[in-house]
Every structure is written in C-alpha cells, then in structure tokens.
C-alpha cells in the first residue's frame, strides 16, 4: 500500500527499496541491524529520538522531517477510529491505503483483534 501511495503521487519508484526490517531489542546493534538489511545509505531521515541518537553515534548525517499535524495524523488514532466504526480514518491516510486496508478486511481484523466481535 505504501508502493500505491506513492505511485498515486506519481513518484518514481525506480529508485526507492521498501524494506522491512524486522525488530530487535538490542540497541547497540541497531544501526548495523539495518544496515544489513539495505544498501549503503549517508543520510538517516527519522523522527524518532532514539533512533536519531543511535545513527547519529555511528556518524550519519540525520535529517529530522517536520511533523505533519501530528495529533491527527498518527495510527493510534487512526486504529481507535476504525475500531469505533468511524469513517473518519479514511480521511487521515492515502485513498490507496483506505482502499487497501478495506481490501484485506483490515478494518475487521482489526475490530476482532480488539474483542469488538
Ligand atoms: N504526522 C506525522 N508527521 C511527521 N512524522 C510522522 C507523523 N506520524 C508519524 N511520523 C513519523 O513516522 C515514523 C513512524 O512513527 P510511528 O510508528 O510512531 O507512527 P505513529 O503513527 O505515531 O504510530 P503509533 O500511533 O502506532 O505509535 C516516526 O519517525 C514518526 O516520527
Ligand atoms: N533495538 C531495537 O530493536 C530498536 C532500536 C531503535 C528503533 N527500533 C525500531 O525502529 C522503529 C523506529 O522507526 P521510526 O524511526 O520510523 O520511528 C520502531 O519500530 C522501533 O521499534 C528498534
């Protein structure tokens, strides 16, 4: 869906990795953990502030994203609004993620997961 997202925007994807990478709990390992999973990268754009301090102590150069309306634009909110059967989530993200997750029948799983039915 993040692939969708940017298509929609009519961004070029010939030159951007989607890459998961997978949680561990290990700080000092953190860095060359995601290394090992991308190819070589100099800039470090996060907002996190661990995150930022880990890869800064490594010696990349970080840049910090202004945020966006943070207090409405964040997936704690958008999940307690799909929970709570409001159709105001699809206004928070991309037409491409609402149609995606509905796709999947996130929005059940997601009820179900909350022992809503
Ligand atoms: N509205 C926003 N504007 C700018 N950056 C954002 C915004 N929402 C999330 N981010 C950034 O995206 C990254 C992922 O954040 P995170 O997973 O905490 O998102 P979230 O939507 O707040 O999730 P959750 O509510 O599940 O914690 C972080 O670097 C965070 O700072
Ligand atoms: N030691 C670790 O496992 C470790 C350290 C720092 C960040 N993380 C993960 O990196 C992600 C941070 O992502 P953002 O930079 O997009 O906020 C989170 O999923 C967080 O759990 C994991």
């Given at each position: 869906?993040?692939?969708?997202?940017?298509?929609?925007?009519?961004?070029?994807?010939?030159?951007?990795?989607?890459?998961?990478?997978?949680?561990?709990?290990?700080?000092?390992?953190?860095?060359?953990?995601?290394?090992?999973?991308?190819?070589?990268?100099?800039?470090?754009?996060?907002r996190?502030?661990?995150?930022?301090?880990?890869?800064?102590?490594?010696?990349?150069?970080?840049?910090i994203p202004p945020p966006y309306d943070r207090e409405k634009y964040n997936?704690?909110?958008?999940?307690?609004?799909?929970?709570?059967?409001?159709?105001?989530?699809?206004?928070?993200?991309?037409?491409?993620?609402?149609?995606?997750?509905?796709?999947?029948?996130?929005?059940?799983?997601?009820?179900?997961?909350?022992?809503?039915?």
């Amino acid at each position: 869906m993040i692939r969708e997202s940017l298509l929609e925007e009519n961004i070029d994807l010939s030159s951007i990795y989607l890459i998961p990478v997978p949680d561990i709990l290990m700080n000092n390992v953190w860095v060359s953990h995601v290394r090992s999973f991308s190819p070589n990268f100099d800039i470090v754009f996060a907002r996190n502030p661990l995150v930022i301090r880990l890869f800064k102590e490594a010696g990349f150069e970080i840049l910090i994203p202004p945020p966006y309306d943070r207090e409405k634009y964040n997936s704690t909110l958008i999940r307690r609004l799909i929970i709570e059967n409001s159709d105001e989530w699809k206004k928070l993200v991309p037409q491409k993620v609402a149609e995606y997750i509905l796709k999947i029948r996130g929005d059940e799983r997601l009820k179900a997961i909350a022992g809503i039915y």
